[in-house]
T-cell receptor, first 110, second 117 residues
Framework: AQSVTQLDSQVPVFEEAPVELRCNYSSSVSVYLFWYVQYPNQGLQLLLKYLSGSTLVKSINGFEAEFNKSQTSFHLRKPSVHISDTAEYFCAVSGQNFVFGPGTRLSVLP | GAVVSQHPSRVICKSGTSVKIECRSLDFQATTMFWYRQFPKQSLMLMATSNEGSKATYEQGVEKDKFLINHASLTLSTLTVTSAHPEDSSFYIC?????????????FGPGTRLTVL
């Protein structure tokens, strides 16, 4: 069975500081990896995904994530966050089935 | 591309009534649509998976007679909450995958907030 772990349920960070949201997964088959973002009272938006090729994937709003097969991780990073990045972030894997992590609430403080 | 809409965005109903929520893929054909339920400050709970023209597959613990799912076309799936009760109040989100996409990337609708009085 597949599983996804997001160790940090909440991450408070000051504006313009760097942030890393951690995601680890377990699976017996090859997987595709995703990060979704959910702003308050909204649905989920696909932020970025790793399918194959370069292990570093980037989104248009400055986030990036790196697939590390040996560590079974897909951590999300941003070098400088904005207030508008405050949201819930979900890591997900697709392989045998589609599994979401429990989410990490990023709060960007002024 | 890959836009999914839901209607209504918010609905309030009386206990005992039924509520229908629509999920549409606006610019693509969706092989499969998913229905999730999300409680406050929690992750998504998959309720069911539906494929066009066939019966939905429900997750364990989800009452199929209470949450009726119809996937009549490649662009529309509906979730009907029958005889709604206050404990059915929640945020319901649908998602869809593109026909022919082997990565199973899910594209989500904006969600529907159901409040049962």
């Amino acid at each position: 069975a597949q599983s996804v772990t997001q160790l940090d349920s909440q991450v408070p960070v000051f504006e313009e500081a760097p942030v890393e949201l951690r995601c680890n997964y377990s699976s017996s088959v090859s997987v595709y990896l995703f990060w979704y973002v959910q702003y308050p009272n909204q649905g989920l938006q696909l932020l970025l995904k790793y399918l194959s090729g370069s292990t570093l994937v980037k989104s248009i709003n400055g986030f990036e994530a790196e697939f590390n097969k040996s560590q079974t991780s897909f951590h999300l990073r941003k070098p400088s966050v904005h207030i508008s990045d405050t949201a819930e972030y979900f890591c997900a894997v697709s392989g045998q089935n589609f599994v979401f992590g429990p989410g990490t609430r990023l709060s960007v403080l002024p | 591309g890959a836009v999914v809409s839901q209607h209504p965005s918010r609905v309030i109903c009386k206990s005992g009534t039924s509520v229908k929520i629509e999920c549409r893929s606006l610019d693509f054909q969706a092989t499969t649509m998913f229905w999730y339920r999300q409680f406050p400050k929690q992750s998504l709970m998959l309720m069911a998976t539906s494929n066009e023209g066939s019966k939905a597959t429900y997750e364990q613990g989800v009452e199929k007679d209470k949450f009726l799912i119809n996937h009549a076309s490649l662009t529309l799936s509906t979730l009907t909450v029958t005889s709604a009760h206050p404990e059915d109040s929640s945020f319901y989100i649908c998602s869809a995958t593109l026909a022919g996409d082997s990565t199973d990337t899910q594209y989500f609708g904006p969600g529907t907030r159901l409040t049962v009085l």
